[in-house]
C-alpha cells in the first residue's frame, strides 16, 4: 500500500458474483461503477463483498481479542505476531497491523460505496434496499468498533472521497467515531434489518445482532443505563441457550442455532472460504491431527489456555472439556491417553474439526452470541444497582455450565463473578482482552506479561503514518515511535 488513501478510499475492491470470487476493479475514477449498481441483485453481490472483507481480517482477530489477555499464552511460536502480541513486544511494522487496517478500511469503503450508489437507485426497484442499507451501516459499525478498540483515533470516513482529500485526512478521535459513525448505524441498521433470514441469506447481518452489537458498544462506553434497556430488548427476540455447551463446537450441526446471533462465516471447499482456526490453534502432532481427521502440515499451536485459566473451572463444570484439552495430550477412541511431544502443551478444542485442506476449516468465528448477551445483562444490571436481577441473568449460564447457581450478594462480589464467568463461558472467541480494557483492569492484571501503561492499544502501522510524514497531522499512538 502506496498511500493512505489506497487503504482507505478507492473503491476497487468489490464483489463480483453469488459464488464468492471477488475480482480487483479499477479505481472509481477509470470506471463507470454505476453500471455494476441497478438491481437488488447487484447490492446483493456488492455486499458480499462487504462480508467478505470482515471474513479476511477476522482470521488474525485472535491475535489482539486472545492473545495478549491472561487467558492465552505462545507456549511454542516465538517469532511470530502472536508471540510479540502476547509479550507486548510489538513493533509498529509489524505486517499484521498493516494488515488489520488495510482489511476494515477496505471493508469500509466498499459499504462506503454501496451506501452511496443505492440512493442514486429508485428505491421502487429495490425490493430489500432497507436491508442493503441495514447491513452496510452494520458491517461499517463493527469495522469502526474494532479499529477504535485496536488503534485508538483514526480516520472517520463516511463518504467517498478524492484521494487529495484522503491525503489531508487526519485521526478522528474515539469519541467523535461513536457519536456519528458507529452509534448511529447501529441504530439505523436496527430499525431497517429484518429479524431472521431463510434460505442462502443465513448468515447476514440481522436486527437482533444489531442491537447486540450497539448494547456492546453501551457496555464499552460505560453506559449502562442504554446498555440494560438494549440488552433487556434482545432478550425478547426469541434467542435461547443451546442445552449442551459443547454443542456451539460441534461444526458438523447447523451453526445457526438458537444461540447464534452473528458469526463472521467459513465455509470449507470454496476456494479460500475457510477459516484458519482449526490449524492455527492445533498442537504440531501428526497423530493427533490424524485422530481428529485433520490434514496439511501446518499445524502452529498457539492461543493455548494458561494454567490460571485451566484452574478456574470448578469441578463438573461442563464447559471445561471443550474449552481446554487435556494437558499434554489427548484422548483416543479406545479412551488410551496419547501424550504430545511437549507434555506440558495445552490447547483449546472449541475449533477441532475434520478439515481435508490446510487452513479450510468450516468453523466460524463466532462474534455475539447469545450467553454474552445474557453476561453483558447481568453485568449492566449490576452496575446499575439491580444486583438481585443481575444473578437471575448470570445464574442461566451457571446452571447450563452444570455448576452452582450464585446467590446474590455485594455488588463488588456478583461485578467480580460476572467477569470469571465471562472468562469460563468465552475464552478463545476473542472476548478477554477487550474485557480488560474496557474494564480498567488491563493494566494491573497484565503487568507480569509485560504490559506497559500505552499499551492498551495497538500502534498505528508505521506505513500509514509514513504516508504523510508528519507526525503533527498523523501521529503514532504515544509510546511507539
Not at 53 to 73: A, K
Not at 157 to 173: G, P
Not at 186 to 211: C, F, H, I, M, Q
Not at 395 to 403: F, K, L, S, T
Request: with cysteine; net charge negative; aromatic share 10%.
Amino acid at each position: 500500500m502506496k498511500k493512505i488513501a489506497s487503504a482507505i478510499l478507492l473503491t476497487s475492491l468489490l464483489s463480483a458474483s453469488c459464488s464468492q470470487d471477488f475480482i480487483d476493479l479499477p479505481p472509481i475514477s477509470t470506471v463507470n461503477v454505476d453500471q455494476l449498481y441497478k438491481t437488488d441483485n447487484d447490492f446483493r453481490d456488492a455486499m458480499t463483498g462487504v462480508y467478505r472483507s470482515l471474513q479476511m481480517q477476522y482470521q488474525d482477530f485472535w491475535i489482539y481479542g486472545d492473545v495478549p489477555g491472561d487467558d492465552s499464552e505462545q507456549q511454542v511460536a516465538r517469532n511470530d505476531p502472536w508471540y510479540f502480541a502476547d509479550t507486548f513486544t510489538i513493533n509498529n511494522d509489524l505486517v499484521l497491523l498493516n494488515n488489520t487496517w488495510t482489511n476494515y478500511y477496505v471493508l469500509i469503503t466498499r459499504a462506503n460505496t454501496i451506501l452511496d450508489r443505492i440512493e442514486k437507485v429508485d428505491g421502487a426497484t429495490l425490493a430489500n434496499r432497507d436491508r442493503h442499507i441495514g447491513e452496510a451501516k452494520f458491517l461499517r459499525a463493527l469495522a469502526y468498533f474494532d479499529l477504535v478498540r485496536i488503534f485508538g483515533n483514526v480516520p472517520m470516513i463516511t463518504s467517498l472521497i478524492s484521494t487529495e482529500e484522503a491525503l489531508k485526512k487526519t485521526r478522528d478521535n474515539v469519541a467523535t467515531i461513536y457519536e456519528n459513525v458507529i452509534i448511529p448505524d447501529l441504530l439505523e441498521a436496527e430499525s431497517r434489518l429484518p429479524a431472521t433470514y431463510t434460505g442462502a441469506n443465513v448468515g447476514r447481518a440481522t436486527k437482533g445482532a444489531a442491537a447486540s452489537l450497539l448494547a456492546r458498544v453501551y457496555m464499552t462506553r460505560k453506559d449502562f443505563v442504554k446498555a440494560e434497556e438494549k440488552l433487556q430488548q434482545v432478550t425478547t427476540m426469541g434467542y435461547r441457550l443451546l442445552a449442551n455447551y459443547n454443542d456451539l463446537f460441534d461444526y458438523s450441526k447447523n451453526e445457526h442455532h438458537s444461540e447464534y446471533i452473528f458469526d463472521v462465516e467459513y465455509e470449507e471447499g470454496l476456494g479460500g472460504q475457510g477459516s484458519v482456526f482449526t490449524h492455527r490453534f492445533m498442537p504440531n502432532s501428526t497423530t493427533m491431527a490424524g485422530f481428529y481427521g485433520i490434514r496439511g502440515s501446518e499445524l502452529s499451536e498457539t492461543n493455548s489456555p494458561t494454567d490460571e485459566l485451566i484452574g478456574l473451572f470448578q469441578q463438573g463444570d461442563r464447559r471445561k472439556d471443550i474449552t481446554v484439552g487435556p494437558k499434554g495430550g489427548f484422548y483416543n477412541a479406545q479412551g488410551e491417553f496419547i501424550r504430545l511431544p511437549i507434555p506440558s502443551q495445552t490447547y483449546t478444542k472449541k475449533y477441532i474439526t475434520p478439515v481435508a485442506i490446510q487452513n479450510d476449516s468450516k468453523a466460524n468465528w463466532k462474534v455475539i452470541r447469545y450467553a454474552d448477551v445474557l453476561l453483558m445483562y447481568a453485568e449492566a444490571l449490576n452496575e446499575n444497582g439491580k444486583t438481585a436481577q443481575a444473578v437471575q441473568a448470570l445464574n442461566q449460564i451457571r446452571e447450563r455450565a452444570g455448576v452452582a447457581a450464585y446467590t446474590a450478594t455485594t455488588q463488588a462480589d456478583i461485578r467480580a463473578k460476572i467477569a470469571l464467568e465471562r472468562r469460563l463461558e468465552l475464552s478463545f472467541e476473542g472476548h478477554r482482552w477487550f474485557d480488560l480494557v474496557r474494564t480498567g483492569k488491563a493494566l494491573e492484571v497484565l503487568r507480569p506479561k509485560g504490559i506497559q501503561d500505552y499499551m492498551t492499544i495497538f500502534p498505528i502501522p508505521l506505513n500509514q503514518i509514513q504516508v504523510l510524514n508528519d507526525r503533527n497531522v498523523f501521529p503514532q499512538n504515544p509510546g511507539y515511535d
